[in-house]
């Protein structure tokens, strides 16, 4: 008798009736990619870890959404070796025809790499001992970080040992594949070696003519997008545990991606989708994004938006090929932004000015931005442009004329540069020639900033998710 592992299983529908936050939602599945999109901080990552609370059966997380006697119920369709199935929920009871799902959910990048430490020495992680069969979701579903590269790099590493000291397996030459198709023209797996009694040493030649390096040298953002095929093998092979190593990326299996996009440019987003469908094509993905880039090649229904109407959420479904559509088009099908918001005549829509001290929270801003089609001017989007160039005259075009809002980070930092100085004149030259709300100040702490007063509406960093304040920019443009 096949195990529930064993069993080839898809989401078909899923049907929210009366839960909080979702009182008549539905969403059908592809048997392949599925994208969820989301309109003015809808929490579609809230609702993909709702979804997988349920698919793993844990009453802890799902019990909240049920009110006191209420009729709220939760209803999925599946298919299990090709035959339909029904899952459904209430406050009362469970009635499912099958053990819990299995389900491997992968955390956005930031929290992948949030414990990280550069180490060269790689040892047993507690991580390493988890079976992501049955607790590949556990710290998507609380959001909780976890060392992934310790215990996916311990994983590689036992492979290696099993298979002669050789990097033959299958998982070498997919890791291989992601790191060319993404960041390397070459990328070689070095050598492994034995440090000390329980540690060792993992060493890559990243790029053609470069010297061995550990492994764990590589940059973060880079680590992040390694784990991801990783995790995804090393989760089909706890499912299938009789397939042989070298088929075992074609095995099913169901995997949820939060924010696919971070840390990857806006190019290189549908080349990461491609590898994913590419390199485990019976795996069934259910992937969150705000990039118009990694949905441009989906096929009809591959594609969802959950927005409002009628104060009430819904999830509403696209039925036609992106493919067929530009950037511009699939942007204003996502996002409801109309053609004047993709143009409004100037070079930028916002212009990021900040202390370098506060780079990282700039950055993540600038790239958020950036996935949204958004034009944002941030020096490193910009370093071919800013080469050679008399910066002192170059920022002040960019901060006086070339940008439809100047977005300012307040700091203690900020307070103390002479660059940001320059920039906030600038931007105070315009905003007094327009006699229009053209700084739009975001606030790390509370320093007084000279020439930026008190009553000016601002946003507080400090009380506030970056998502949130994304969606505060954009709705700016539209008005």
């Known amino acids: 008798m096949k195990s529930i592992y064993d069993k080839q299983i898809l989401l078909r529908k899923f049907e929210a009736n009366n839960l909080f936050q979702y009182e008549n939602l539905r969403w059908n599945f592809k048997p392949q990619l599925n994208f969820l999109v989301e309109q003015n901080q809808y929490h579609k990552n809230d609702l993909i870890r709702l979804i997988t609370a349920f698919l793993i059966q844990n009453e802890n997380y799902t019990k909240s959404y049920f009110g006191i006697g209420s009729k709220a119920s939760a209803r999925f369709q599946i298919e299990v070796d090709g035959k339909s199935e029904i899952i459904n929920k209430t406050s009362q009871e469970l009635c499912a025809i099958i053990d819990r799902i299995p389900i491997l959910a992968i955390p956005k990048t930031l929290s992948v790499i949030s414990s990280i430490s550069h180490r060269n020495i790689i040892s047993l992680t507690d991580d390493y001992f988890m079976d992501l069969a049955i607790d590949g979701a556990n710290h998507f579903l609380y959001n909780k970080p976890y060392d992934f590269i310790d215990s996916m790099l311990y994983s590689l590493i036992i492979d290696f040992i099993s298979n002669n000291n050789t990097f033959e397996q299958s998982i070498f030459s997919i890791i291989k594949r992601f790191m060319e198709k993404l960041y390397y023209d070459e990328f070689t797996f070095h050598s492994i070696k034995t440090t000390g009694k329980a540690g060792f040493s993992f060493k890559v030649i990243p790029g053609r003519g470069n010297a061995p390096i550990s492994i764990r040298s590589l940059p973060d953002r880079i680590l992040s997008v390694f784990c991801i095929p990783v995790l995804i093998y090393y989760f089909l092979k706890s499912l299938h545990l009789n397939i042989p190593a070298q088929e075992i990326q074609n095995e099913h299996g169901i995997v949820f991606i939060e924010d696919v ?28 994004t705000d990039s118009p880039f990694a949905v441009s090649q989906s096929k009809a229904g591959e594609v969802a938006v959950i927005t409002k109407k009628y104060e009430e959420l819904e999830i509403r479904q696209f039925d036609q090929d992106f493919a067929n559509l530009n950037q511009k088009e699939i942007i204003k099908l996502l996002f409801g932004m109309e053609d004047s918001y993709l143009n409004s005549g100037y070079e930028y829509q916002f212009a990021l000015s900040f202390a370098g001290e506060d780079r990282e929270y700039a950055e993540k801003l600038a790239n958020l931005l950036k996935r949204r089609g958004i034009k944002v001017f941030y020096d490193r989007f910009e370093r071919a442009q800013l080469l050679g160039k008399d910066l002192y005259q170059h920022l002040q075009s960019i901060y006086r004329d070339s940008a439809q809002y100047c977005v300012i980070l307040l700091s203690k930092n900020y307070a103390n540069k002479l660059w940001t100085k320059h920039e906030l004149e600038q931007a105070q030259a315009r905003a007094f020639r327009e006699n229009r709300e053209y700084i739009l100040p975001l606030r790390l702490d509370d320093t007084a900033i000279p020439g930026i007063n008190e009553t000016i509406g601002y946003i507080d960093l400090r009380s506030i998710q970056i998502e949130e304040v994304v969606d505060t920019l954009s709705k700016k443009l539209k008005l």
């Open 261 to 288: 996009e971070v840390y990857l440019n806006s190019s290189l987003h549908q080349d990461l989708i491609s590898l994913l469908i590419d390199n485990f094509p019976s795996v069934q993905f259910i992937i969150t």
